[in-house]
């Protein structure tokens, strides 16, 4: 059975820095592509970045050059570097392997001064 452990969120200033991570049980991790996703409140489920298996990385507009994703195989866990965060970034943050129904229970993350 699939689980998924987000951690790592946090309350920070605006312009800090925050590194999340997803622990993967219940799945082989190398093989499939992985993906975070955000929610604020009042708003929709957007996706923030995501990652293939061969590492190939693709993100969301709105966290292109500050947000980067990437992949411990033999960890069987997903990271998301999030930097220089504004406001508009808080949120509640999962991980979420594509093509799963399987959600975690999310890490929130609050950028604020």
């Known amino acids: 059975q699939l689980q998924l452990v987000e951690s790592g969120g946090g309350l920070v200033q605006p312009g800090g820095s925050l590194r999340l991570s997803c622990v993967v049980s219940g799945s082989l991790f190398s093989i499939y592509a992985w993906s975070w996703y955000r929610q604020a409140p009042g708003k929709q489920r957007e996706l923030v970045a995501s990652i293939t298996s061969g590492g190939t990385t693709n993100y969301g507009d709105s966290v292109k050059g500050r947000f980067t994703i990437s992949r411990d195989n033999a960890k069987n866990t997903l990271y998301l570097q999030m930097n220089n965060l504004k406001p508009e970034d808080t949120a509640v943050y999962y991980c979420?392997?594509?093509?799963?129904?399987?959600w975690g229970q999310g890490t929130q993350v609050t950028v604020s001064s």
């Open positions: 979420k392997r594509n093509l799963s129904p399987t």
